[in-house]
């Protein structure tokens, strides 16, 4: 008998799509449930998915969707607009990260199912990325989740550990071991058919590996058939080399930045930042740490996305000119002298890599870095109020859904102030001006202008120092084939993949 | 000075002070003593892991730096951590343990109580939720450490004071009229020293190697500092093509903490009234 | 001879502890004794093991407490006081440990321990520290170049006299001694014996001579009083308790020491000595007497004069009285 | 001896409670936001607000505080914050497998410890004293990240003789789940074949977690001898004619491992500590890597459950060493009547 | 008729750090079938040396440079196979710290039966009661089961005395086993000795440092001094009339017998520090410049009543016995 594929991918804390939304709970999205809509290939395509197509109000408020035909959740029972519009309410009810995109623009009541196979949203405001943000949302199973309702709570403490989807795949909820074991079976009536995969792959065991030095062994050995896709450059060579394994190499949509508490001093002055900006050996660290596995990005935005302006020039690493900035600052009276504390994620070792490094260039033109350890959630816990925000920190933004709105979007509109993704807290008139009208604009070359306009301004006043973008590293056994690449789900789609023998 | 005679006779007991010692001079003199002092700051990218050779005896790391140099310079923060963190520790520990050992009561059972209950901690989580707590880096680890470990001379004085309060010189004192904390003060606590001194020993061992975990799980020291637990971690990724990166670091905390235990072995035979009885 | 220390009615509860649930009940190791000593005296105190010697001694000198009774010391009451009061206003009775080597701090040089005695009673010159220490281990017999020495670098009599020139520094009126010759050699034990007496002469002490060895109270006490479990069963001269003992565990005791001319004299005494924590009824010793009778069991015997300057707590020593 | 059992778990009570107090006090007062963290994405401060008010977190700390207690009293450890599933559903899966892994560093630490002891107290001063010593300290020193990385490289890696990483092979699967000791669940099941290979998952684990104690346990079950020996009655006893095997692993050994047992008690709580790593490291999943996650990610709900959990485990395992003490040791429990 | 037990010129030495200790030195003497010989003197004239010298547990680091020690006529000293352990029955002197505490009595004297007794433990185990009848322990069955600290310290030595005839031995050796106990427990436990070795035919050695207990146990003595035997003969005649400065003068000593309390002036020498000639030459009233120079040898007197002092017959000058 085969041996199962083992994904070794970590996975998220809870199993509720509607709970949770990070990299990992993508893995959960894709297989055991399905969305609306779905990103696939690489430059990711927005493919209809439960819908058959949508319209649009000419105002841009009512979107009505068309759901296809001869869906069937696990259990068997048929999938309704009635269900889409639960699933939606749901989201919205519990209010917790998924539903972020949608809370300033949708009310609850507001989505309804004027037949079974249509769902109609009524916006509060015109939303451009509204269909972008759409993969984002599972569509769950609403009989199964009132079953399991426990004091009106949706289901939500059942749901953290079982599934109520319709995707490729279901899960075995007995085995089911959070952030440690979830077995997964195929589900062979997936209204997509496996006519696409005449082998594909049965059973399906997801192994986390906490360490990444055990996760790279764990792949040598074959005891995982698959890393996580941010392998450590450092190990690519070594795995490439081992004959059982590869390495699956996919530009993504994942700006690597360091953040700048634009309201603290010295980072208050433009020449500050400049010279900060120019003090990051770009070269150095994407070509030689990195070992040139990643590629330079000179924006805010993923270069590979739309809406960046023509041949923007990045920042070079010039200390020369980063010393001409630290004396005008300082001439400015910016308090370049002071220790400027940067926040690094301790358990990601690229975070830690960079800001040692950055702080050996400042310390040449005169600057003294103090490197802080921290983790995620301590870091976006201080982000809501400036005086609390750090002066520097290091973090990605991943792409959750493809459109300008995600990154420059929600970094520089100073209405998302007091979100981590605004933490440099970044003010510019102008710039919000552009943002709020790019995302109201049905135009898609409208709004493409309007960005590329807001990045233009937002990059002359060098709010953050952005620094690559990134090429997701995944470690295979060459055994697994067919696998694909999206930015957004990082490859973990199972649908397409078989095992050699 | 019999003591350290009698130490030095014991060849594993002299092995750990002579590590130990070798460690403080090293500690005093590392900047001197390192080829690359500035390497606790600097990185060269086009050195970065170079196995060990001539010019790098212990090979550079992730950041091209010079693997012996840190390793000379985190002994100095190494042992300045083992020592602040077990002077802290006996600190709050000592007079926890004399007052709780010489009084009977109430007051004395709550501080025991509340001994046991800092016992109960797994000392890593709770050095962990303070390092979330503080501001994670050195001096977190350093005030967990400690706070972890008094408990550990507040029982061992609590015993003693407890055996010392029935000893008949205490009960002599007493009856010559002496106060108690000069009894306390004078008596106990020198009579408790050896036990202290074991405690101690033991102690710094065991502070180096949890600070070096703490770093490990990147709540201890904060880059770049040299510290090996930390090199111990950022090595991690670059296993095992470079075995030289965590192998030094790891031999350095495995040879002073080695030291520290060797010595606290020792003193602990010497400390022993079986060996120190007799005309 | 006027008395100088005198107790009435002393009782003593010993390991009586206060718990989370309830109290733990405790030991009475000295219940009801009335003492007298007069200046000037060597008063022996003599028994078996566990009957309460070493409690009554601490208790005397106030280093525990008294559940009831009276503490008289030089004609003034000074019992009822908490233990620290009790200790400074008794400072005229001083305490010679039971074992002198333990009773040092064995990290301290004898001469700082002797020093230290000094210090706490005011006298905290060094130069006159020195002096009165040289004088007074003249005094004891040992060379004043000691002082310098460590107690475990003493032998055993040279342990017990530095022993007594510490406490004989504070100058007290009342010395007890608390088993002073136990574990010595004979050769040590006459040294030690003669020593204690001329120190009495010159420095005009009382003594309370704890002892369960008979030939040396026999020889150094004035007056004797016999332990039993706690409470004193006869009382009297020296001469006259050994020559004539009224109390038959008196009798029973001096059958027991172990004679020279090997010859056994009078009843032995079966069994062990029974537990402070089960007190039998009555008069605490009938259960191992050969004349108790039915009586003895239900009425407990009060200490009473039996003849001219000896009390005896024993029914049947009233009736041959 | 019931009763002195009893007593010992009364006197257990008052520091647990004391425990779940201090725990409380620091995790409340960590900075991090587990509402952000929740929130997610784009956050906007009313729906931080509404997470806030929704798990209390907005209340004063002391009524939070008296909130926890009711709740911990009612046995009702509460929710993970973070993955919305009560908290005592992963413990009940996650301290099986650290106890497993623990019990089986301590057994043998127990094994080997005790007797280099004995063989390094009964060649005093000689070279095989010396030798045990140093093998023992160095147990000690080994930080046991780095030996768990030195053991995967070379046993799993290198040699190819043993899994890396976790409780049992992927395609083989756990045993069903009725104590949630793989051993003893494996046995159960009549399954030898997964005994046996949950034997090779425990191995190096196992081996790393167990150095420490190990070192420990021979320390003081050496100075327990040396102590022991001193004694009159071994003189009496060789005078008696005893044999000296048996004079050494039974008459003495006894009497020596009441320190040796009541150090276990101590140990556990270190074991607990260095479970922390090893988890990490061997993909265990115990409350180790639990704990770590739960910083991590703020689920302070979580954090407090497994200390006062560990706190619990503790407190039992003192009694059970306490118990043990006064079974070697029969006037342990006379002392305390 | 040959001794039960002979000690034969026997030395004991030790190094230490300060030095070679002489513990013992041309130690000889002798126990007769069936009698009674006591060894007195004061602490650390090597007393017990002699004694784990004769049940062969000398302490490690200790060299016998001569000597012999005869069991039933074969030397046991110089062949360990032939030393009849089970045959020799020790008696030690504390009570309460030579009974492990972690095991019941029964236990511990079972296994030494084990080893020196024939027969099944079933066999042992009646046997002991039977010896706890005759030690008139009370319920000798269940004190079987019972644990040293349940017992009281007359019952526990009781237990030893037990424990030393539990393997039928041909002798005993009793190290100072009443110093522990109280007085009236001496006398108790003494009169058991004496039933006991007469009942049983027993040779016993006997080691103390009280003169009354000696009087009251033996029929001989041999008086140590420094690790020399001082003078040896029947108790009563070196009681009453003894030759030896150095034991004329301890007796001195004794509350009973002295006129006045003066002591011996000087103090015991140091192991490592023995004088030449005669050990006790620095302390004797006796001395003679010859003292200083040659070990005196044993001069025998009447019945078996020898005494190492050429001066023997000389009286001590006044001061001495003032
Ligand atoms: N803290 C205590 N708790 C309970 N009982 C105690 C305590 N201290 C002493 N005892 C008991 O009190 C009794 C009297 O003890 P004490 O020391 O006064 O006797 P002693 O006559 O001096 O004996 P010895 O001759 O052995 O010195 C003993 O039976 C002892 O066991
Ligand atoms: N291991 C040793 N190292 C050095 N000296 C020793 C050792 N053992 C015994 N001695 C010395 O040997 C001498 C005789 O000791 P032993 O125990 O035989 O005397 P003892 O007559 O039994 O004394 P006591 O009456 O005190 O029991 C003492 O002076 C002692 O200090
Ligand atoms: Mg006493
Ligand atoms: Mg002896």
């Known amino acids: 008998q085969q041996r199962p594929l083992v994904w070794g991918d970590t996975l998220p804390a809870t199993l509720d799509p509607h709970a949770v939304f990070d990299v990992p709970s993508q893995f959960i999205l894709l297989n055991i449930y399905d969305g609306l809509y779905r990103y696939q290939g690489n430059p990711p395509q927005l493919i209809p998915w439960l819908a058959e197509r949508h319209s649009v109000s000419e105002d841009g408020l009512t979107w009505e969707i068309t759901l296809r035909d001869g869906v069937n959740f696990h259990d068997g029972s048929p999938m309704t607009a009635e269900d889409v519009v639960y699933s939606f309410r749901r989201l919205l009810a519990m209010n917790r990260a998924p539903a972020a995109a949608f809370t300033p623009v949708l009310k609850a009541e507001n989505v309804s199912a004027p037949d079974a196979r249509t769902v109609r949203f009524v916006l509060s405001t015109p939303y451009a990325p509204f269909l972008a943000a759409m993969p984002l949302v599972a569509i769950v199973n609403p009989r199964v989740l009132t079953a399991n309702e426990k004091d009106s709570d949706r289901g939500a403490e059942w749901l953290a550990a079982n599934s109520a989807g319709s995707g490729a795949y279901r899960m075995d909820s007995a085995t089911y071991r959070p952030r440690t074991a979830l077995d997964l079976v195929r589900f062979p009536e997936h209204f997509r058919g496996w006519a696409d995969n005449p082998k594909p792959i049965d059973q399906v065991r997801s192994r986390p590996v906490m360490e990444t030095s055990t996760r790279v062994l764990a792949l040598l050995r074959g005891e995982i058939d698959a890393t996580d896709s941010y392998l450590p450059t450092d190990q690519v060579e070594r795995v490439e080399r081992n004959a059982r394994t590869r390495v699956a190499k996919d530009e993504s949509m994942r700006v690597f930045i360091l953040r700048m508490n634009n309201r603290k001093p010295p980072f208050d002055n433009k020449d500050a930042r400049l010279c900060f900006a120019h003090a990051f050996n770009y070269p150095g660290f994407n070509e030689i740490i990195l070992k040139g596995l990643v590629i330079r990005n000179p924006g805010p935005n993923p270069n590979n996305l739309w809406g960046n302006p023509e041949g923007m020039a990045p920042y070079s690493f010039d200390l020369a000119k980063a010393r001409e900035h630290c004396d005008k600052a300082r001439a400015a009276g910016a308090p370049l002298g002071r220790e400027i504390e940067i926040h690094v994620q301790s358990e990601l070792e690229q975070t830690v890599q960079a800001a040692q490094m950055f702080q050996a260039d400042l310390r040449r033109v005169g600057v003294s870095l103090k490197i802080v350890p921290s983790t995620w959630p301590n870091i976006t816990g201080s982000t809501g109020r400036p005086e609390t925000t750090p002066d520097m920190w290091v973090h990605w933004v991943s792409a959750y859904f493809i459109d300008p709105e995600n990154w420059i979007g929600q970094m520089y509109d100073s209405r998302f102030h007091g979100t981590w993704k605004a933490s440099s807290w970044y003010q510019n008139q102008q710039v919000d001006a552009l943002l709020a009208k790019a995302r109201t604009s049905l135009d898609q070359s409208e709004r493409a202008r309007l960005y590329a306009e807001a990045t233009k301004l937002v990059v002359a006043d060098s709010p953050d120092i952005w620094v690559y973008n990134t090429v997701n590293l995944r470690g295979l056994t060459r055994r697994v084939q067919g696998y694909s690449f999206s930015p957004v789900g990082s490859g973990g789609e199972l649908r397409t993949l078989s095992l050699a023998d | ?279 | 001879m006027p008395e100088i220390l005198g107790a009435a009615g002393l009782t003593v509860e010993l390991g009586a502890r206060r718990r989370l649930f309830g109290t733990r009940p405790g030991v009475r190791a000295v219940d009801g004794v009335d003492l007298s000593v007069a200046a000037g005296e060597t008063f022996g105190i003599v028994g078996e093991s566990g009957c309460g010697k070493t409690t009554l001694a601490r208790t005397l000198l106030g280093l525990q407490r008294e559940a009831s009774g009276e503490i008289r010391l030089g004609g003034l009451v000074v019992s009822g006081q908490d233990s620290a009061t009790a200790r400074r206003q008794r400072a005229a009775v001083q305490y010679v440990h039971q074992d002198p080597g333990a009773a040092l701090d064995p990290w301290w040089q004898v001469g700082a321990a002797l020093a230290e005695g000094l210090a706490i009673h005011g006298v905290t010159d060094r130069a006159e520290q020195r002096i009165r220490i040289a004088e007074m281990l003249v005094a004891v017999g040992l060379d004043p170049a000691l002082a310098n020495r460590y107690p475990h670098e003493l032998s055993g009599g040279q342990q017990r006299r530095i022993g007594l020139a510490r406490i004989l520094l504070l100058r007290p009126k009342v010395v007890i001694l608390d088993e002073p010759t136990a574990g010595l050699d004979l050769s040590v034990q006459a040294a030690v014996l003669r020593l204690l007496r001329e120190l009495r002469d010159r420095f005009g002490l009382t003594y309370l001579f704890i002892s369960h060895d008979l030939s040396v109270v026999r020889r150094v006490c004035d007056r004797v009083a016999v332990m039993y479990l706690g409470r004193v069963v006869e009382q009297g001269r020296a001469e006259t308790l050994f020559a004539a003992p009224q109390h038959p565990y008196t009798r029973a005791l001096l059958a027991a020491a172990p004679r020279l001319d090997g010859a056994a004299a009078g009843p032995s005494l079966p069994g062990d000595p029974p537990s402070l924590r089960a007190i039998p009824a009555g008069c605490r010793f009938h259960p191992r007497c050969a004349q108790a009778d039915a009586g003895c069991a239900r009425l407990e015997p009060a200490l009473v004069e039996t003849s001219p300057g000896h009390l005896t707590a024993c029914h049947h020593a009233r009736r041959a009285a | 001896m019931a009763r002195y059992i009893l007593r010992r778990i009364l006197l257990a009570l008052p520091a647990l409670f004391g425990l779940v107090l201090l725990t409380f006090v620091l995790t409340r007062v960590i900075p991090a936001d587990p509402a952000a963290t929740l929130a997610g994405d784009a956050a906007t401060p009313a729906q931080l607000a509404e997470i806030r008010a929704r798990y209390g977190l907005d209340r004063p700390l002391w009524e939070q505080a008296v909130t926890h207690m009711r709740q911990v009293l009612s046995g009702d450890l509460g929710s993970s914050i973070f993955s919305g599933r009560p908290v005592m559903e992963e413990i009940v899966f996650r301290l099986p497998a650290t106890l497993e892994l623990t019990f089986v560093a301590l057994l043998l630490a127990t094994g080997l410890g005790v007797p280099l002891g004995l063989l390094a107290a009964l060649n005093h001063n000689g070279p095989i004293d010396h030798l045990a010593r140093l093998i023992s300290v160095g147990g000690l020193a080994i930080a046991s990240f780095w030996l768990a990385i030195m053991l995967q490289l070379i046993f799993a890696m290198d040699l190819d003789v043993l899994p890396l990483r976790g409780r049992i092979d992927v395609a083989l699967g756990a045993p069903p789940t009725v104590t949630g000791f793989f051993l003893v669940d494996s046995l159960l099941a009549g399954r030898l074949d997964l005994l046996v290979d949950t034997l090779r998952h425990l191995a190096l684990p196992a081996v790393t977690l167990c150095l420490p104690g190990l070192a420990s346990i021979a320390r003081f079950t050496r100075s327990g001898v040396l102590e022991t020996l001193q004694k009159d009655f071994v003189l009496y006893a060789q005078a008696a004619g005893y044999g000296r095997v048996r004079l050494a692993a039974i008459y003495v050994l006894r009497n020596a491992v009441t320190v040796t047992v009541a150090q276990i008690g101590l140990l556990f709580g270190a074991l607990i500590s260095g479970a922390v790593a090893v988890e990490a490291i061997f993909d265990w999943p115990g409350l180790g890597t639990y704990a770590v996650q739960a910083i991590l990610s703020a689920d302070y709900k979580a954090l407090l459950a497994v200390t006062l959990v560990v706190g619990v485990v503790y407190a039992v395992v003192n009694v059970l060493v306490d118990v043990a003490q006064a079974l070697i040791d029969p006037r342990v429990a006379e002392q305390v009547k | 008729m040959k001794p039960m037990l002979s000690v034969e010129g026997l030395s004991v030495r030790i190094g230490t750090g300060r030095g070679q200790a002489r513990i013992l030195d041309e130690v000889t003497l002798s126990v007769p079938r069936g009698g009674t010989l006591g060894v007195v003197g004061e602490s650390g004239c090597g007393k017990s040396t002699l004694l784990r010298a004769i049940l062969g547990i000398l302490p490690r680091g200790t060299q016998v440079p001569a000597g012999a020690i005869l069991f039933e006529g074969r030397d046991i000293l110089a062949d360990r196979a032939a030393s009849a352990r089970g045959r020799i029955g020790f008696i030690p002197q504390d009570p309460y710290l030579s009974l492990n505490p972690v095991f019941t009595a029964g236990a511990q004297i079972l296994e030494a039966m084990r080893h020196h007794a024939p027969g099944t433990r079933r066999d042992h185990k009646a046997k002991l009661a039977e010896l706890f009848r005759a030690v008139q322990l009370p319920d000798p069955e269940a004190a079987l089961d019972k644990y040293p600290h349940e017992f009281s310290g007359g019952q526990r030595q009781r237990l030893l005395i037990a424990a030393a005839l539990a393997c039928d031995p041909a002798l005993v050796v009793a190290d100072e086993p009443t110093t522990a106990l109280d007085v009236t427990t001496q006398r108790e436990i003494l009169a058991l000795l004496r039933q006991l070795t007469a009942a049983r035919g027993l040779s016993l050695l006997f080691v103390t440092h009280d003169f009354g207990v000696l009087a009251a146990v033996c029929e001989r003595v041999a008086v140590l001094y420094a690790g020399r035997v001082a003078e040896t003969g029947l108790t009563r005649a070196v009681l009453d009339d003894p030759r030896h400065p150095y034991t004329r003068m301890l007796l001195g000593c004794h509350p009973d017998r002295a006129v006045d309390l003066t002591g011996i002036p000087g103090t015991v020498p140091a192991a490592t520090a023995q004088p030449a000639g005669c050990r006790f030459h620095p302390r004797c009233p006796l001395v003679q410049p010859g003292c200083a120079r040659e070990v005196p040898p044993m001069l025998p007197l009447a019945e078996g009543h020898a005494v190492a002092c050429p001066f023997h017959a000389l009286p001590l000058p006044e001061p001495a016995l003032a």
């Open chain 2, 1 to 279: 000075m019999t003591a350290l005679r009698h130490l030095l006779r014991d060849p594993v007991a002299a092995l750990g002070l002579a590590l130990v010692l070798f460690a403080i001079v090293v500690a005093l003199f590392a900047p001197w003593l390192a080829p690359y002092p500035e390497d606790a700051f600097e990185s060269r990218l086009l050195q970065r892991l170079k196995p060990p050779s001539a010019e790098f005896p212990f090979g550079t790391d992730n950041l091209g730096r010079d693997i012996l140099s840190r390793v000379i310079l985190g002994t100095r923060s190494a042992v300045v951590v083992a020592v602040s963190v077990v002077l802290a520790a006996m600190l709050i520990g000592v007079p926890v343990g004399l007052w709780a050992g010489w009084r009977e009561g109430w007051v004395s059972e709550t501080l025991m109580r509340v001994t046991d209950v800092f016992l109960a901690v797994p000392q890593l989580i709770l050095a962990l939720a303070l390092g979330q707590l503080m501001a994670p880096g050195l001096t977190t680890a350093m005030v967990a450490l400690a706070l972890t470990y008094w408990p550990f001379f507040a029982r061992t004085v609590h015993a003693e004071t407890r055996r010392l309060r029935g000893a008949l010189f205490v009960d002599a004192l007493a009856g010559i009229g002496a106060s108690t904390p000069r009894i306390l003060l004078l008596h106990v606590l020198p009579n408790a020293a050896p036990a202290i001194l074991v405690r101690a020993t033991i102690g710094m061992g065991f502070t180096i190697l949890t600070a070096a975990i703490l770093g490990f799980l990147g709540v201890g020291a904060a880059p770049p500092s040299p510290d090996w637990g930390l090199a111990v971690a950022e090595a991690r990724q670059h296993l095992p093509e470079a075995w030289w990166f965590p192998t030094f670091p790891g031999l350095a905390i495995l040879l002073l903490v080695l030291g520290f235990n060797l010595l606290g072995d020792g003193l602990r035979d010497v400390a022993d009234p079986r060996l120190r009885r007799g005309r």
